[in-house]
């Protein structure tokens, strides 16, 4: 054999390498060069319970509760609630605390196959430690840590299991118990408080889950610090090169869900420890294999690829199907925006979700549907009729803006965004018997909603006044082109819900939506309000009424209103607004210009260490899930072609994809699993 040829077996032996390690990567981010003055941390999530992590070991910044709220730290509105921290650990070596100081080699991995945070590390020439950390997919309340301790001297070592309550807690009560059986003992370290008003009553509960071959159980020891904090401990001697393993369960409830709590979170606890890590890890990992067949795989690009499915992860670890939980734009990475509902659900994340899971987005429209009588009442309170959602949603429905904010009183295009989404749903589904029972109605209210809130100033005239669009930075406005296209396209989509039910629709429905106008310019561009004048917007308007609402519709109708706003869009606005122009230029075959924006809808809003999403270039407020739909819509509905109509998911015609792309596959589509595929063919 020459040298040559060996020389090209080589490369092609590294070449397949290569291959075989991005194909590995596309699931895995890791961060190794952690800096904690500048660190944003990954969430793991299961739709009720996320978990924030930290860049000290052993320990996570935040546990957020969905579903939960009270009032603190906003003054007069609702927060989503922070819960007790009840996965901290403390871990001494020889009686040596680990802490950032005594550490190296500190890494942490988010294995997105499997929704685990896998962390790594040294302490000092003793030992090394490795901890894999998930919120559970099979059950809602409850997380799982494993920890493995290697050690490289004969050490001793002191694990602790730590509950700490945030201070907004109050009446916090700390309790340690141990069930005696034959075969095991269970120990449940507990903490109950109440949420800052005492309209809530918020328990932890966690356990050692300790492996039979490692044998006898070793004795604990609780420690009582102060109200705020307790913890668990044992001593364990390992000799030079020996591994040791144990977990930690532990699960949080409050009476949101629960009228017990306490009783709840300890109960699940148990179940959990009894059930031991191998079959919990396979419960879970079964789980987000289901999710995970609905996929999307770039071809050549697997840095795109990656990005595409950390957007995805998020989606799918913030939403749970059967909950009726919503999607705040943070997820449940932390209390940004209050953790309140806004239009971010049904125009940017939900589009996503009922392309891929449509189980979690029928869990969206179910927290909009249980909370329709609010709506109503909100509309009577405001003079018109039908139901008139709220801007910011949280528990019960009512309208929860802070007052200085006028985005609650006149932002009403949410309720135009809301029937859009339910309309959606029956179009993918096809689901009569859930149009019948919870998507009419919801339709009927919203158009009943527009009819009383347009003014009826004569043919073509009848004018939406006073409200503010999907570009805030201008308020009061008259005739808005999203809010007036919304209102134009839910009218129409009630009158369709009527007749594909049998029933006769208001005839004022379509005789509203008829004259509603949509105001241009002199030269045909839309015009975004009655007196916009061409000022920086913050996000996308006009061009919404392309995509997703269809009502400009020709080409170089689409195209003019495209070269006028893309100069006018700031460059320090929201990321999902880029992500429309994304799609349209696509659609229009402008391919360059559609992958030359692409990026700008998400990379320049990536924070160290992992690249989570900040709401703005230079935000510090991850991880805003509101972007990550924007971005998933861009390859979905403009790279990808796909489009939601009464055939349900079908796919545009598609001449060319970005430089680069040798294909996109979109697997596990819609109620019947399809996969569509967008072959390059430059």
Partial sequence: MTLKMIRFLIAIFLCSMSFAISAQDTWKIKADNIDPKNY??????????????????????????????????????????????????????????????????????????????????????????????????????????????????????????????????????????????????????????????GKLKVAASNSFIFGEKHGAQPKLIHEDWDYNMHLAKFHKSLKAGETYKFALVASTVSSAQYAD?????????????????????????????????????????????RDIRFALYHLYSFAREGTSYSLSPMGLSGLGYNGHVFWDTELWMYPPLLMLQPDMARSLLDYRFERLEAARQNAKSHGYKGAMFPWESSANGSEDTPVWALTGPFQHHITGCIGWAFWKYYEVTGDMDWLREKGYPVLKEVADFWSSRVERNGPGRYDINNVIGANEWQENIDNNAFTNGMAITTLTYATKAAKALGLVPNPDWMHVADNIPILKFENGVTKENATYIGETIKQADVNLLSYPLEIVNKKEDIKRDLDYYLPRYAKDGPAMGISILVVLYSRLGMMHEAEKIFAESYKRNEVPPFGVLSECAGGTNPYFATGAGGMLQAVLSGFGGLTIGEKGVSQLPQSSLPKGWKSIAVTGVGKDKQTFKVPNVK
């Fill in 40 to 197: 944003y941390g990954v969430t793991l999530a299961n739709g009720v319970v996320g978990i924030v992590s930290s860049p000290e070991p052993l320990k996570v910044k935040d546990v957020v509760l969905n579903g939960a709220y009270d009032y603190y730290q906003r003054g007069r509105v609702s927060n989503i609630l922070k819960t007790f921290n009840h996965v901290n650990m403390n871990l001494d070596v020889d009686g040596m605390r680990v802490t950032p100081q005594n550490i190296s080699n500190y890494s942490q991995t988010l294995d997105m196959k499997n929704a685990a945070l896998i962390t790594e590390f040294d302490i000092e020439n003793k030992a090394s430690v490795t901890t894999e950390m998930m919120s559970l997919r099979h059950l809602p309340y409850t997380a799982l840590i494993m920890v493995e301790i290697k050690a490289h001297k004969d050490i001793t070592i002191t694990p602790m299991s730590v509950i700490e309550a945030p201070n907004h807690l109050s009446d916090v009560r700390n309790y340690y118990a141990e069930i005696d059986r034959p075969h095991v003992l269970i120990p449940l370290l507990t903490s109950v408080g109440t949420s800052p008003s």
């Fill in 261 to 305: 709590p306490q009783n709840e979170a300890e109960r699940l606890t148990i179940f959990a420890m009894l059930e031991g890590t191998d079959r919990l890890l396979k419960r879970h990992r079964e789980a987000w294999t289901e999710i995970w067949k609905s996929d999307i795989v770039v071809d050549g690009q697997p840095t795109i690829t």
